[in-house]
DNA sequence: CGTAGCATGTAACAGGTTACATGATTCT
DNA sequence: AGAATCATGTAACCTGTTACATGCTACG
């Protein structure tokens, strides 16, 4: 198994566990380091992915719970059960966990994916014929400046309340965001025109 | 089943045939989209997908070929085995299938998907420190950079080849390409500059 | 007092990829 | 002759999502 091997070349520490963990499943990482801000449960850690992660990341429920029970049986996570009130499970990070985060962050990034399905039909474009094509650039023009008004909008928080540990971190992939959703209110112009005129 | 559902609301023609072609599974379409403007075997279309489509879309043999046995057995695509050389297989489309192409270019989109695994490590920077969160700005910076080179190059060639009758629309699926890989490389220095200064 | 949101969970499915096996052909 | 590329295919795996089931709690 992979396992093994990866935690060979990294988790000194540790490295003569077993871990059900599988390394390669982003979904460990994402859960490790939205705990390893703070503790929360499992229906907190979906709303994180929505939010702060949703430009560049997703995940479902039907991930986050059965991760979550694997991380605990490693020992990477510790869930506490809340007697009172609703009996929610608050799940906050070890310093295994922390270890196994900080080995995946040092290691360098595998795949940087872009799956665009409005880019497929625009390609395809000719069988669909110029009007059906800026139906799809219209759409995609009036989701994107919603998104990109949402990001601005964190921007302006981000810049406001600096006393954040991490606050540069959240700035720049955010203003990643911004930069790249611009760029692609200013390709659907660039679009149209070749479309329309040329 | 989905599948028939979908048909129903757009493909008079042939509505009343069962097709085992999922409906929402985007191989389909790309094998179809590709074919619609030539003739190629499995290997081609594996070649145009890594050369021309690997921007914003990319797939593998594993389920190229399958992918392709099914279109045929729904009457989509027609194969012609070569009986010289290498016995290789030429796939060429169908009117149903350029019917079931068409109606999948009409609907809305559903899903563009973004999933950079180096936004994620910088959004849990905290963990890793500012030397190891440059380091990765540098690779992912590079790779954009060659990247960029080759949609330019793309570009180049496709403004002077304007006698496709597609040309257009691959020239606006480049050109987004390269906004956005423009805007990367603008957000790689300012990402630095928040890290290093500010 | 009903409904929106909080909260946990699971089974079935989807939509692929990876790694392997096999062999022909072209290039050097 | 050997390597690279062309060419086809498959079985096992992976990494999720979707849809459902369940029930509590805050709010108007």
Chains 1, 2 share one sequence.
Not at 4 to 21: K, N
Not at 111 to 117: C, Q, T, V
Request: with cysteine; hydrophobic share 40%; proline share 1%.
């Amino acid at each position: 198994m992979s396992l093994r091997h990866h935690l060979m070349d990294g988790m000194q520490a540790y490295c003569m566990e077993e871990l059900s963990v599988a390394i390669e499943k982003k979904i460990n990482f994402v859960i490790l380091g939205l705990l390893n801000h703070e503790a929360l449960t499992g229906y907190e850690i979906k709303k994180r992915i929505d939010n702060s992660l949703r430009f560049f990341w997703s995940g479902s429920f039907g991930s986050i719970y059965p991760t979550l029970d694997v991380l605990v049986q490693d020992g990477c996570v510790e869930k506490e059960e809340e007697t009172s009130g609703r009996g929610k499970i608050i799940y906050s990070i070890t310093e295994k966990g922390r270890v196994l985060l900080r080995e995946w962050l040092m290691k360098p990034v595998k795949k940087d994916e872009l799956r665009y399905e409005t880019l497929l039909k625009l390609f395809f474009g000719g069988e669909l014929g110029r009007e059906g094509i800026l139906v799809h650039i219209q759409n995609f023009e009036e989701k994107i400046k919603k998104e990109l008004l949402l990001l601005e909008m964190y921007v302006q928080n981000l810049e406001r309340v600096q006393n954040e540990e991490d606050h540069k971190y959240y700035l720049i992939t955010v203003k990643f965001g911004v930069e790249t959703y611009r760029a692609y209110l200013r390709w659907c112009e660039e679009a149209r025109n070749i479309l329309l005129h040329d």
